[in-house]
């Protein structure tokens, strides 16, 4: 872990650790920030006692960064343009990473502040899209390349379309609960329950089911927001200390094998469908052709850079006896050709088995370049599951009692979860960063609106207003650091 530090002046060293710091924090935040909307409904039910719940929830969030892998990780790591993310100097990522984390830790501290439910999920993406706008406006290019369009339309779309997901489908749970269990005990309040039974706590499956569920939306919220935080820790490591992690330098001889054998079937792959794969890939490169050293992505150039990383990784057993600059090559045309092959799997006239071998084979490219270090796991999962067990409070009232215009059912609360739980796993299997609060707030409203009970209408107007201020504010706030930043240095 320590010689991350290797190789660098005391200035960079310090800026590393800061950084680090910075991403941590924001991590820490994220916990008592999103986590209170995890454990909300169970506290207000009374199904858990406050402290208990948090603790809790804290080790699910734990469990869930260590076991969730690394596919929303990269997501965001990628919503940097291609060439911002191979290009980015030390100093360059300094400037990115404080002023990305430096928006994005106002924000979600100022929402939290004042209780409103906002998402981390928006936070962080808008302060990442901030500053790839100063740099396209710094560099005089495009916006449309300043920005990996694509992967932030995608993002988007999940965060868009998860909100009415929830909402919608935590109506029918609960209609669905209605029309299955007609005893009243299951759909009282947890007033009405303490008034008309004398108990303090739901009924004994009731309460089993609103803590799992509690824990089940605690730990995909650690698989997917959590896996935010380990990406923005391999965008501070890759930019401030490149020597050590642009390449995996644990990679054994099998890693960097399986590596090589998947750029060269790749060139097979492409010269078996030349017809179909021409309009993006010049599979007939001249034999004489040589890349340029400061050459920049072009799947015209697809066969030419497989053929200088072929032969650039030629009887390599490991990454350990490159330098720096012979790591960052091989990065980049590894990074070049991924790029290529996800261009060309969304041609037309491919099989289904087609693609599913180039995405096997994507998988195995990249198998040395996304990947994360044990130790940033652990930093991540710890910092996540710590924050998660302070400042619950504020989130869970507005959860509990603001939203809806009577207070919330013990049905109503595992129908949200449930709902909750479900969404937000699936899109961290499926790699996408969706946001915990608006999943679980929208699936509270649509059991709201399923019991005939209203809705709270200043809630939700500043819940959607924190929805659609959080992009053009984060974009606004990092953004400006970034060109400030990029000025003075």
């Known amino acids: 872990m320590l010689e991350m530090f290797t190789g660098l002046s005391f200035f960079m060293g310090a800026s590393l650790f800061l950084?680090?710091?910075?991403?941590?924090?924001?991590?820490?935040?994220?916990?008592?920030?999103?986590?209170a909307n995890a454990v909300a409904t169970v506290i207000y039910t009374k199904a858990m006692n406050p402290h208990l719940a948090v603790i809790a929830s804290g080790i699910f969030n734990f469990l869930g960064v260590?076991?969730?892998?690394?596919?929303?990780?990269?997501?965001?790591?990628?919503l940097l343009p291609l060439d911002m993310l191979l290009n980015i100097s030390s100093v360059q990522g300094m400037?990115?990473?404080?002023?990305?984390?430096?928006?994005?830790?106002?924000?979600?501290?100022?929402?939290?502040?004042?209780?409103?439910?906002?998402?981390?999920?928006?936070?962080?993406?808008?302060s990442l899209l901030g500053v790839c706008l100063a740099n396209a406006l710094l560099s005089d290019i495009p916006i449309s390349e300043g920005v990996n369009v694509k992967k932030a339309i995608d993002i988007m779309l999940s965060l868009l379309i998860s909100p009415l997901v929830g909402f919608g489908v935590a109506a029918l749970v609960l209609l669905l609960l209605k029309k299955m269990f007609t005893g009243p005990k299951i759909h009282k309040t947890p007033q009405e329950r303490e008034q008309i039974d004398g108990k303090k706590h739901p009924p004994f499956w009731t309460r089993v089911t609103l803590v799992a569920s509690a824990m089940g939306v605690s730990f995909v919220h650690g698989s997917n927001d959590?896996?935010?935080?380990?990406?923005?820790?391999?965008?501070?490591?890759?930019?401030?200390?490149?020597?050590?992690?642009?390449?995996?330098?644990?990679?054994?001889?099998?890693?960097?094998?399986?590596?090589?054998?998947?750029?060269?079937?790749?060139?097979?792959f492409y010269r078996e469908h030349e017809a179909k794969v021409s309009s993006l890939v010049d599979v007939n490169i001249p034999a004489n052709a040589?890349?340029?050293?400061?050459?920049?992505?072009?799947?015209?150039?697809?066969?030419?850079?497989?053929?200088?990383?072929?032969n650039g990784m030629d009887g390599m057993t490991h990454y350990r006896d490159l330098d720096v600059n012979e790591r960052r090559n091989i990065r980049r045309l590894l990074l070049c050709i991924d790029d290529a092959a996800k261009k060309v799997s969304k041609l037309d006239g491919f099989s289904g088995k087609d693609k599913s071998d180039l995405d096997s084979l994507r998988k195995d490219l990249t198998a040395t370049t996304e990947y994360a270090p044990f130790w940033v796991i652990v930093a991540v999962a710890l910092a996540l599951g710590l924050g998660t067990m302070?400042?619950?409070?504020?989130?869970?009232?507005?959860v509990g009692e603001k939203i809806g215009k009577s207070s919330m059912t013990y049905s109503q609360g595992m129908a949200a979860q449930i709902t909750a739980a479900t969404a937000i796993g699936v899109a961290s299997v499926t790699g996408m960063p969706v946001?915990?609060?608006?999943?679980?707030?929208?699936a509270?409203?649509?059991?709201?609106?399923?019991?005939?009970?209203?809705?709270?209408?200043?809630t939700v107007k500043t819940i959607l207003l924190a929805w659609l201020f959080t992009l053009p504010a984060t974009i606004g706030l990092s953004g400006g650091l970034f060109y400030l930043g990029t000025l003075f240095i």
């Not at 910075?22 to 999103?34: K, Q, R």
């Not at 509270?444 to 200043?458: D, P």
Request: glycine fraction near 10%.
């Open 435 to 442: 946001s915990t609060t608006h999943v679980l707030s929208s």
């Open 19 to 35: 950084a680090l710091a910075f991403v941590l924090a924001y991590e820490f935040i994220n916990g008592f920030h999103d986590t």
């Open 390 to 398: 302070m400042g619950w409070k504020r989130i869970v009232y507005t």
């Open 66 to 78: 260590m076991l969730g892998g690394l596919g929303v990780a990269y997501a965001i790591v990628h």
């Open 226 to 268: 959590g896996q935010k935080g380990i990406g923005l820790i391999m965008l501070v490591l890759i930019g401030l200390a490149p020597a050590q992690f642009v390449l995996d330098l644990d990679s054994g001889k099998y890693e960097v094998e399986r590596t090589r054998d998947a750029a060269a079937h790749l060139q097979t």
């Open 95 to 126: 400037v990115l990473v404080f002023s990305l984390l430096s928006a994005a830790i106002v924000w979600n501290l100022g929402t939290w502040y004042f209780g409103i439910p906002a998402s981390s999920s928006h936070t962080l993406i808008g």
């Open 444 to 458: 509270v409203a649509g059991t709201m609106v399923a019991n005939k009970s209203g809705l709270q209408f200043s």
């Open 290 to 310: 040589v890349l340029p050293e400061d050459f920049k992505c072009n799947t015209k150039n697809t066969m030419l850079e497989i053929n200088t990383l072929i």
